[in-house]
């Protein structure tokens, strides 16, 4: 029921959008990326339910979500325990989160991202049966590693927007998975001289180095000719040039702007904590704050404007706000309601004010039919 209430909001919001800025409202429905992950909520409660411990030894609720990364609002979400894994319902909110989507961008190249906690044939062929492109991140597993001894040295294109970093990309096709898929390898050089490698063999950054060298000590790495910290995505992506690579490589790498709706519905939506001890008003609860972070997301497509060919809002995190700052510049603005030539008259602060452009922006919007 929220899923679908929240389907008819991301409807009528682009629709306004298509009205007041045509240009922007296409540009979000000629090709829609979705977003897959998790995020852990810590509770205290022992005798909370609907929760389990994780790997870090946290009591935690998982929210699983869903979201729309060009318009950054949530699509779908379930709420887990700390021990659910997401492959197994992955393949259901896939199809809930398309179902969400307005026609318009149904209709559009729609492309899917997920780290390697999604690594599952069943949504690779959920999303190749829904026409769906997708590039899940692979666990660096023994085949996955002979495969990268066999990419040959002039087989690596530079990537984009890194420095000291390549792709390559070579045949390899699980289990049931769709035919076309392929695996893209991203290597970076790693300098020890500047810390980049830890002697920590627990490291996180450490694991992604080759078998051969993960092992070794620092002193040791430091006589090797060269030291790359490797990922693995396996994609359906056309990736059969190295400059094709290379642009899906980019495109893959900004899958955690989903870390931004996530951070925003903690810190500015309450979702850091689950106040309840019934899963069903924990539910509730992650959805409100969901739901609040899809406001601020459709707000800033709204209002915002354009300068020099770049979106421009009111934040820093590429023109848009987070919560917390619309909260204090948009909602909590002292005011006065004076009435005046027979009518009632908001009176703000002086000097300017977000709320009063933002107002402003809002009544141009045409009325709803």
């Known amino acids: 029921m929220v899923e679908t209430g929240l389907g008819d909001v ?27 992950d998790t995020t852990d909520v810590e ?91 997708f590039a899940i991140g692979a666990r660096r597993t023994a085949p996955l590693w002979r495969l990268l001894d066999g990419v040959p040295a002039d087989g690596w294109a530079d990537a984009i927007d890194l420095t000291d970093t390549q792709v390559a990309v070579t045949g390899y096709c699980p289990d049931w998975w769709p035919a076309a898929t392929r695996l893209l390898i991203r290597r970076v050089r790693l300098h020890l001289d500047r810390g980049q490698v830890s002697g920590d063999p627990r490291a996180r950054r450490r694991r992604t180095l080759h078998p051969d060298q993960r092992a070794l000590p620092l002193a040791e790495l430091a006589d090797a000719d060269a030291v790359f910290g490797y990922s693995f995505v396996v994609t359906n992506l056309d990736v059969s040039t190295g400059a094709k690579a290379a642009e899906a490589e980019h495109w893959y790498r900004h899958r955690t702007q989903v870390e931004n709706l996530f951070r925003d519905s903690k810190h500015g939506a309450a979702l850091n904590h689950l106040p309840s001890g019934h899963p069903a008003v924990n539910r509730a609860w992650m959805w409100g704050a969901l739901r609040a972070a899809t406001c601020c997301g459709w707000l800033h497509h709204l209002t915002a404007t354009t300068r020099d060919g770049r979106l421009v809002g009111h934040g820093v995190r590429g023109g848009q706000a987070m919560i917390a700052t619309l909260r204090r510049r948009l909602v909590a603005v002292p005011a006065r309601l004076v009435r005046h030539a027979r009518g009632l008259t908001l009176r703000l602060p002086p000097g300017d004010d977000l709320l009063a452009e933002v107002l402003a922006r809002l009544r141009v919007l045409p009325a709803p039919s």
């Open 10 to 36: 991301h409807a009528i919001a682009l629709d306004r959008l298509g009205q007041v800025a045509p240009g922007r409202a296409l540009a979000l429905t000629e090709s829609v990326t979705i977003d897959m």
């Open 43 to 133: 509770v205290y409660g022992r005798l909370k339910r609907g929760v389990a411990f994780n790997h870090q030894g946290q009591r935690v609720g998982r929210p699983h979500v869903a979201t729309w990364a060009e318009a950054s609002v949530a699509l779908a979400a379930d709420l887990g325990s700390g021990r659910d894994d997401p492959r197994a319902t992955a393949s259901e909110l896939l199809g809930r989160a398309l179902a969400a989507l307005p026609a318009p961008a149904r209709a559009g190249r729609i492309r899917l991202r997920a780290d390697a906690g999604y690594f599952a044939g069943q949504l690779a062929r959920a999303a190749l049966f829904t026409d769906v492109e």
